[in-house]
């Protein structure tokens, strides 16, 4: 079956960087748009990036415009999230995400989903 694993995440400082990891298995990956979603408490499931099956689109939300960078390395099924200058609002649960082909923002057009790592950023 379809496993979405995320790794990476952690305690960070703000202005500072890190990076996540989704490794994926069970699917077609290179067909697949992959997306970072985040959760912080109280609040909704929002995007935060997406790249398309082909790594010809990129998408980010715009608090992270300029700051996080989304790339795909499709020979190792993997997605990741770079994430610099980090600041205290970062702070979240982040998922990883897979539908077909093209990015879409709303959590509820995606298919997978990872299980989420928790990503706390202190000021």
């Known amino acids: 079956q379809v496993q979405l694993v995320e790794s990476g995440g952690g305690l960070g400082q703000a202005g500072g960087s890190l990076r996540l990891s989704c490794a994926a298995s069970?699917?077609?990956?290179?067909?697949?748009?992959m997306a970072w979603f985040r959760q912080a408490p109280g609040k909704e499931r929002e995007f935060v990036a997406g790249?398309?099956?082909?790594?010809?689109?990129?998408y980010y939300e715009d608090s992270v415009k300029g700051r996080f960078i989304i790339a795909r390395d499709n020979s190792k099924n993997t997605v990741y999230l770079r994430m610099n200058t980090l600041k205290p609002e970062d702070t979240a649960v982040y998922y990883c995400?897979?539908?077909?082909?093209?990015?879409?923002?709303?959590?509820?057009?995606?298919?997978?989903w990872g299980q989420g790592t928790q990503v706390t950023v202190s000021s």
């Open positions: 995400a897979a539908r077909w082909q093209r990015v879409t923002i709303q959590p509820i057009d995606y298919d997978y």
């Open positions: 790249i398309a099956w082909n790594d010809d689109s990129k």
């Open positions: 069970g699917m077609p990956f290179s067909s697949y748009a």
